[in-house]
């Protein structure tokens, strides 16, 4: 017979405390923290490929990408910007000690941290790394349904980039669909459509990251000035 046990605390509380802990020391450093998240083959590594060339030596970027096996990720990444595999051993989703003890690899500061989480719709939704924007894929082979099947990944981002546009001819994907049914979950997702293989549509979403850096920047400006004050008197 099921017996249900009723915990009145937050399970994991801890977690997003030390979630709470790496944003405020990140946000500390000036670098804006980019979990992105989608299915496996999404084309999460090909978009930071694509985004390490657009902005060449503009930022000071890095990558932690998390996998259940290999290195090859990392691998691809390397060219482009400093990288680090989490490499979970069967983990469905990553937790902040891992993204810590790869951050300890990184070099700081950096203008832009990436966490490219494991590829899955489901289990990363419920964990906070500790990221400023949370940006989910979606890539027109997947089916333009997800959102509405996978409520909270779209619900906890801030963004969504549709991937793949190169491939609108060939499948059955309407960008206003899924964009619709996203939006009806979460109104303020901001959208973004881009082609990652041709290059294309690359610039809107690297403008959006800058904008969202420059929020960053100017919050620990006012909270800099904030506790000078506060030392004066
Ligand atoms: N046609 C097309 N293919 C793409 C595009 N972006 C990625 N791909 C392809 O999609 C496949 C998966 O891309 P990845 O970038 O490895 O995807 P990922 O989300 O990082 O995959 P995992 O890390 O394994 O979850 C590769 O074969 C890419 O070449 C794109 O814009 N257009
Ligand atoms: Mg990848």
């Given at each position: 017979m099921a017996t249900t046990i009723s915990v009145q605390?937050?399970?994991?509380a801890d977690q997003k405390q030390q979630a709470r802990e790496l944003r405020q020391q990140l946000s500390s450093q000036g670098t804006l923290v980019v979990n992105l998240v989608a299915s496996p083959g999404a084309g999460k590594t090909s978009l930071l490929q694509a985004i390490g060339r657009f902005w060449k030596d503009k930022y000071r970027l890095g990558t932690l990408v998390g996998d259940l096996a290999t290195e090859r990720d990392a691998e691809r990444l390397r060219p482009f910007m400093p990288t680090e595999q989490l490499t979970t051993g069967g983990a469905c989703h990553l937790e902040v000690p891992l993204v810590r003890r790869g951050l300890e690899k990184l070099p700081t500061p950096l203008d832009f941290l990436f966490i490219e989480n494991i590829g899955n719709l489901v289990c990363p939704a419920s964990h906070d790394l500790g990221e400023h924007i949370r940006i989910v894929v979606l890539s027109t082979t997947e089916g333009d349904d997800k959102p509405a099947k996978y409520p909270k990944m779209f619900r906890t981002s801030q963004a969504l980039i549709i991937s793949k546009t190169d491939l609108l001819p060939w499948v059955p994907f309407s960008i206003e669909n899924a964009i619709r049914d996203a939006q009806l979950i979460q109104p303020e997702l901001k959208t973004f459509a881009l082609s990652a293989l041709r290059d294309e549509g690359i610039e809107d979403c690297c403008r959006y990251l800058e904008s969202e850096r420059k929020s960053l920047l100017q919050q620990r400006a006012i909270e800099l000035d904030d506790n000078t004050d506060q030392q004066a008197y």
């Open positions: 605390r937050d399970v994991q």
